[in-house]
């Protein structure tokens, strides 16, 4: 006998389709068949009458794997329908960890994501295989994409310091680039406004690049740029995917800051415009007008390098903070910021920041907006995460509807009991997906649910070339989500994040229900998925 049978679904099968009626049966990990199915029996029988079913989406941008090794059930992302994710995101994955310099490695990593500093078991890994195996033994709830990333192999090799690599340095990060892909990494990514990644040029990049390219790999990138260079940025990566033959990705797409809203359109032109040359290039995006970083990224580039040691002491050095200042202000991530729009979201040494604005902050105590960031890092020991709300609302109804535009979370699998600091956090973790449903489709109308659903599931595999998920069809695998059309919505706010989303009723996971009837099963099926 059949393991699932859903009657009577409203079927939305990934494929951009209207939706149509029919059941579903799933045996094992796999869908059996779908169709009108009058008398079929299985072990469980969900009655999906008004309800979607549809498949398991898909996460093209998640730091998970940071987050994983301590919640491996991703409570925040599978209550948003997420059956699949691509991590390793932003430069950053957890390993390798060489021998030499691991400890420097963890200390930089970590301060980057400070939101999970204190418990990763660290100590469990040290080669990329060695890490998918523990996740592996571990267990996960959802599948696992996963990329190794650019900033973590060059601070393994270089330590987090500026300058250019030796041959012999470059010969190492292509060594373990090549290592990280035969052990299981989908790809490379990028994270260039961060130390070290910000220190490679492009052709550091592109050397690493075609090692990486020659096996099949993506090239994922947070772009050098999303303000006022983000249409050379974009541009830059393209160039990559050009002189190395790898897809490219671009990573959270956004035209950051009031002054480069006008971006926007130009950069997607240019995505366009590779795609008619026969590049492989696609983007992603989350559906907030918020971005979400740590406070330490408004520093100039050469503030943050050299680990948080040398950036304390640089902080508390008065001649060097009036350099930082006049760098700030001439250029860089802090240029175009408006300082009522940065909301401290996680500051767990100074939890009365947590739901302010910077402004505010400085105001109150009567200091620039510099001034009260230098002083607050060093109160902090860095550790002061923010959300940026820099983005257009009219650009963010426009670049949802691109062709190439996929979705992401661009966060974390917390859980909303706390297993992990109670720092406030981006709502994305909890609710991108969601969101998409109840604002873009619903409320506004942007999408249809089915381009929607498309871009969540069926797009998004097709990008990956992942053949065997993203669509409702017999043979697939069974990652399915029942939503509840009218009822869906995100309810993580800036102020109250840790709030599941609403409406999300069952997740099947490989066969496996993960949500059932709105609640976390703690089933963990996920598997690491093999590139094909
Ligand atoms: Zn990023």
Redesign the pocket.
């Known amino acids: 006998m059949s393991d699932f049978l859903f009657k009577n679904a409203t079927v939305v099968d990934g494929t951009g389709k209207p939706p149509f009626e029919a059941d579903i049966l799933v045996e094992g990990p796999v869908i059996r068949q779908v169709g009108r199915m009058d008398g079929a029996r299985a072990k469980r029988t969900v009655d999906a009458q008004g309800l979607v079913v549809c498949p398991g989406f898909i996460d093209m941008h998640c730091h998970a794997d940071f987050s994983l090794p301590i919640v491996p059930s991703a409570d925040s992302l599978v209550h948003q329908g997420i059956t699949t994710a691509v991590v390793g ?2 430069g950053l994955s957890p390993a390798p960890l060489p021998q030499s310099n691991r400890e420097e490695v963890i200390v930089g990593l970590s301060a980057i994501l400070s939101e999970v500093e204190e418990e990763i078991p660290w100590s469990e890994w040290s080669s990329f295989g060695d890490y998918l195996l523990f996740l592996r033994r571990l267990g996960v709830s959802l599948n696992v994409v996963p990329l190794v990333g650019q900033g973590t192999i060059r601070s393994g090799i270089m330590g987090f310091r500026e300058g250019r690599a030796s041959e012999e340095q470059m010969k190492g990060m292509q060594e373990e680039a090549a290592k990280a892909i035969q052990q299981g990494a989908w790809g490379l990514s990028t ?1 260039l406004i961060y130390p070290p990644g910000s220190y490679a040029s492009t052709d550091e990049l592109k050397e690493l690049m075609q090692v990486v390219a020659r096996e099949g790999g993506f090239y994922f990138s ?1 772009i050098r740029g999303e303000s006022e260079t983000l249409v050379e940025a974009v541009a830059e990566a393209i160039r990559i995917g050009r002189e190395t033959g790898a897809s490219v990705q671009i ?2 797409f956004k035209a950051a800051g009031r002054q480069n809203w006008g971006e926007s359109k130009k950069a997607l032109a240019l995505i366009d415009q590779a795609c008619k040359e026969g590049l492989d290039v696609y983007t992603d995006m989350y559906p907030y007008t918020a971005g979400s970083t740590t406070l330490v990224a408004f520093l100039p580039e050469w503030a943050q390098e050299g680990g948080k040691e040398a950036v304390l002491g640089r902080l508390s050095d008065s001649a060097i903070r009036i350099k930082m200042t006049e760098d700030m202000m001439k250029g860089g991530f802090a240029k175009s910021v408006e300082w009522d729009t940065v909301l401290i979201t996680g500051s767990p040494r100074k939890p009365e920041y947590q739901g302010l604005l910077v402004s505010d902050l400085a105001a109150r105590v009567g200091k620039t907006a510099h001034v009260w960031i230098f002083d607050a890092l060093l109160e902090t020991n860095l550790q002061i995460h923010i959300a940026l709300f820099a983005m257009s609302e009219d650009n963010r109804k426009r670049e949802i509807r691109h062709p190439l535009m996929t979705f992401c979370t ?1 966060g974390m699998g917390f859980t909303a009991m706390g297993s992990l600091p109670r720092s406030l956090t981006h709502p994305r973790s909890y609710g991108a997906f969601p969101r998409i449903l109840s604002h873009y489709v619903r409320e506004e109308g942007i999408l249809s649910l089915e381009e929607a659903v498309h871009k969540m599931s069926g797009l998004a595999a097709k990008r990956l070339n992942l053949k065997d998920r993203g669509l409702i069809k017999p043979g697939t695998a069974a990652d399915l989500v029942v939503f509840d059309p009218v009822k869906v919505r995100d309810r993580a706010t800036y102020d109250n994040p840790h709030q599941y989303a609403e409406g999300i009723l069952e997740v099947i996971v490989n066969g496996e229900p993960v949500i059932h009837e709105g609640s976390h099963t703690g089933s963990r099926p996920g598997r690491i998925l093999n590139r094909l």
């Open positions: 995101q932003c994270g947070h990573s959270h661009d």
